[in-house]
């Protein structure tokens, strides 16, 4: 069963501090996996995708990794802002472009 | 980059009217379109698949003659709620495949339509 377990589900960081979510998938056959940043009441925004033969992509703090082997993915945030609350989204996408979407992980970043 | 759009914003109606969500893709070509549903704390659930010039491909339990798919145009669908009701009302998203995106089927989200029904 195609399927995107995130964790943990919800997070609260003090602003200014570093922090890693995570994604375990089991999606076949796999194409790629992405992570979105979405805001309260807000579409999501893609933050990186990731082919199975790239290990890690960037995009100012946010740094994604993918093991492909272990079929997991983490999403490492550095130096977190206010701004960055929020809920993160892994999604994992079948060589038919069907996503499918882990539940999200609440972040919460307080001053 | 790649812009969708989403038109209302937000919109609130009685039970018993439809209403109309547009989805506009504005600096590309979209063959195809999804429409997901997002109730709150709760991940986009999928409803249905539009492509241009055919008819919409729904998920199961997804009712095709309450929520009307439009694709008529490379640009544009339309999700109508027709014969709304209180548990119609959630956050709907629409997304737009760039046609030429190849096998990264990056797909870009609109910003959402919260529909309130009374």
């Known amino acids: 069963k195609n399927q995107v377990e995130q964790s943990p589900q919800s997070l609260i960081i003090l602003e200014g501090k570093n922090c890693t979510l995570q994604c375990n998938y089991t999606v076949s056959p796999f194409s790629n996996l992405r992570w979105y940043k979405q805001d309260t009441g807000r579409g999501p925004v893609s933050l990186t995708i990731?082919?199975?033969?790239?290990n890690t992509k960037s995009n100012g703090r946010y740094t994604a990794t993918l093991d492909a082997d272990t079929k997991q993915s983490s999403l490492h945030i550095t130096a977190s802002q206010l701004s960055d609350s929020a809920s993160y989204i892994c999604?994992?996408?079948?060589?038919?472009?069907?996503?499918?979407f882990g539940q999200g992980t609440e972040l919460s970043v307080k001053p | 980059g790649a812009v969708v759009s989403q038109h209302p914003s937000w919109v609130i109606c009685k039970s018993g009217t439809s209403v109309k969500i547009e989805c506009r893709s504005l600096?590309?070509?979209?063959?195809?379109m999804f429409w997901y549903r997002q109730f709150p704390k709760q991940s986009l659930m999928l409803m249905a698949t539009?492509?241009?010039?055919?008819?919409?491909?729904?998920e199961q339990g997804v009712e095709k003659d309450k929520f009307l798919i439009n694709h008529a145009s490379l640009t544009l669908s339309t999700l109508t709620v027709t014969s709304a009701h209180p548990e119609d009302s959630s956050f709907y998203i629409c997304?737009?495949?760039?046609?030429?995106?190849?096998?990264?089927?990056?797909?870009?989200f609109g910003p959402g339509t919260r529909l309130t029904v009374t």
């Open positions: 600096d590309f070509q979209a063959t195809t």
């Open positions: 990731m082919t199975f033969s790239e």
């Open positions: 999604v994992a996408t079948n060589q038919g472009g069907k996503l499918i």
């Open positions: 997304s737009a495949r760039d046609s030429l995106a190849g096998l990264r089927y990056e797909q870009y």
């Open positions: 539009s492509n241009e010039g055919s008819k919409a491909t729904y």
